[in-house]
């Protein structure tokens, strides 16, 4: 039995909407696409088109007038517009990035104007990083002083921000106290349309390797004057906003990373089957399917993290800094690795920017690696795990007593998302990893899968003990630290598989759900992430996904967890 869900359904409606990538005659197509990569330049056209579908209107709250009504819709809208080109993903999602401090600590009177200029069309910038600092916020020199009791002068450099110059409405962190510190900064809207000429210009557009046609510029403000009435939220708690939007935002990273996946599996599988080696197709030689059916595997895990993760947006608000973390250092790093395997698979077609049909991977694997950079790089992602190991493996050690259905049950609505309950550090643990021993004893049930879930549960029991060390963080977070933060990425990930096959496997039966494949093929790679295996131990699973995503592509479906509708043209 085929599972409907609301969120695959809307994606199908805007991927029918852009129509095949392959006819070159749409605006969204593979070859304009390409075309505009080798030409660097901006996907003005194609962002106009997501406009006239409505894509905005998704990045704006339903309260202040929006259609953003879940995470879950907006995870699966960006991974299909990210599918056809990473690069559009970013330059039309960075909007949204722009506008969430609003979103979650804004006016009421801020929330409803910024909401009608995305509506219209608006782009949104946000000015978080400097030349000099990267992301270390608290060393940014903007600054703001104030201007006799209602207004701000505002002056500085910011950098490497997508939209910077495109981009109408900038959100941007500035230096409010003059010593600075955690309480020294404020969040201000500043409405370039609003500013005095010559009080601010533009940086130069700076060359990329991947995203090419993305505005990824600056911006100098020089005693651009702002009224008081912009900052958002509190005038010094401007820190403390920036790291609450970015727990969404890097949950929301996993549509790009997912997108990307998507993409390059699908020309991956195609290659395959006509590639011809030895005499036979390459998707039947031994190798060439482990590489498949492995990566196969692993776009599947990661869209199961990002499916609890989107709905633990609501779920479970207050730990949101753990989920975010979690999910923004796995499904971005994870699909590196698939995109390079992959790659290895594809050969020198790899390499090819634009040679054929199959150059287009080079792109994918190219725009793909800012991923892991944007909203929090890799480190930063895994330190702020290591900072919560304390407050994680008390709650591990008290047990969980209530499951957290309503992330893993798709068929259970999710609550409105309130802000009020994002926090900076999760007070109680996971609720994620704390259903995991409840969970491996229900999949005892289930002979094909309960060794693997037992292995899990006891991996996670020893990542937990590592948590549990006594670390000196004083001269720096050492690198077995960082290794044991990895780790428990992936133990959530597997747990995040197992809660929601068991809460969905009665409604969902077919395809990939159908003796729990997905699940075994997915917790058996995820073990050999985690070092405990050196191989799959379950190789019948492993051959049936490969089969199912084969199938998938000759009957134009997405290859997912639920099902989804390509477009294609028919003859």
């Given at each position: ?65 929006g259609r953003l009504r879940d995470y879950e819709h907006a995870l699966q809208l960006l991974r299909t517009v990210a599918r056809r080109d990473l690069t559009v993903a970013v ?77 109408s409405v900038l959100t941007l962190l500035a230096r409010t106290g003059p010593d600075g510190g955690p309480r020294g900064f404020s969040v201000l809207l500043a409405d370039k ?379």
């Open positions: 039995m085929t599972m409907e869900h609301s969120p695959y359904r809307l994606a199908e409606e805007l991927e029918l909407y852009l129509g095949d990538p392959a006819d070159p005659r749409s605006p969204f197509s593979d070859a304009a696409s390409a075309s505009l990569d080798a030409r660097e330049e901006f996907p003005a056209e194609i962002c106009r088109l997501l406009d006239d579908w409505g894509l905005p209107d998704y990045y704006v709250p339903a309260p202040v007038g330059a039309h999602g960075k909007t949204y990035l722009g506008a969430v401090c609003v979103w979650i600590a804004g006016s009421a009177e801020q929330a409803a104007r910024l909401g009608a200029d995305i509506r219209a069309g608006v782009p949104v910038a946000l000015g978080l990083t400097e030349r000099a600092h990267g992301s270390d916020l608290l060393a940014g020199e903007v600054e703001a002083v104030p201007d006799g009791p209602g207004a701000w002068r505002v002056s500085g450099e910011k950098w490497l921000i997508n939209n910077a110059t495109r981009g349309r609003e500013l005095p000429p010559g009080s601010y210009r533009h940086l130069p557009k700076i060359p990329t390797h991947g995203i090419r046609g993305a505005d990824i510029s600056g911006i100098a403000l020089h005693r651009a004057r702002l009224p008081r009435t912009t900052v958002v939220g509190t005038e010094g708690g401007g820190i403390e906003t920036v790291l609450k939007a970015l727990q969404l935002t890097r949950t929301m990273c996993a549509s790009l990373s997912l997108g990307a996946a998507d993409h390059g599996l699908s020309l991956a599988l195609g290659f395959a089957a006509e590639r011809r080696l030895y005499g036979r197709p390459l998707a039947e030689l031994p190798q060439a399917r482990h590489v498949l059916a492995s990566a196969a595997a692993d776009v599947l895990t990661h869209e199961a993290l990002s499916l609890v993760a989107a709905r633990l947006v609501h779920t479970a608000t207050g730990e949101l800094s753990v989920v975010s973390a979690v999910t923004k250092y796995l499904v971005p790093t994870g699909t590196e690795e698939l995109l390079r395997e992959l790659a290895a698979l594809l050969g020198a077609r790899a390499f090819l920017a634009g040679a054929d049909h199959y150059g287009l991977f080079e792109k994918v694997e190219r725009d793909h690696r800012i991923v892991s950079l944007f909203d929090g790089n890799t480190l930063v992602n895994l330190n702020s795990l290591v900072n919560q190991f304390r407050s994680l493996v008390r709650h591990w050690g008290r047990g969980q007593a209530d499951e957290p259905v309503a992330a893993c049950d798709l068929s259970v609505p999710l609550p409105e998302f309130d802000a009020r309950g994002l926090s900076l550090l999760s007070r109680y643990g996971s609720s994620v990893l704390g259903a995991l021993p409840a969970w491996v004893a229900r999949a005892e049930s289930h002979p094909a899968l309960a060794a693997a879930a037992r292995r899990l549960l006891t991996v996670t029991e020893k990542v937990h003990e590592e948590m549990a060390a006594p670390w000196d963080l004083a001269a720096g977070v050492p690198y077995e630290a960082f290794e044991t933060a990895r780790r428990y990425c992936l133990c959530f990930a597997g747990a995040a598989c197992l809660g929601l096959w068991l809460h969905n496997r009665l409604v969902a039966t077919d395809g990939v759900w159908r003796d729990g494949v997905w699940l075994r093929a997915a917790l058996d790679r995820l073990l050999v992430r985690l070092g405990e295996q050196q191989g799959p131990a379950d190789p019948e699973a492993y051959e049936r996904l490969l089969d199912e995503a084969y199938e998938a592509g000759r009957t134009d479906r997405l290859f997912s967890l639920l099902r989804l509708g390509l477009a294609r043209e028919t003859v």
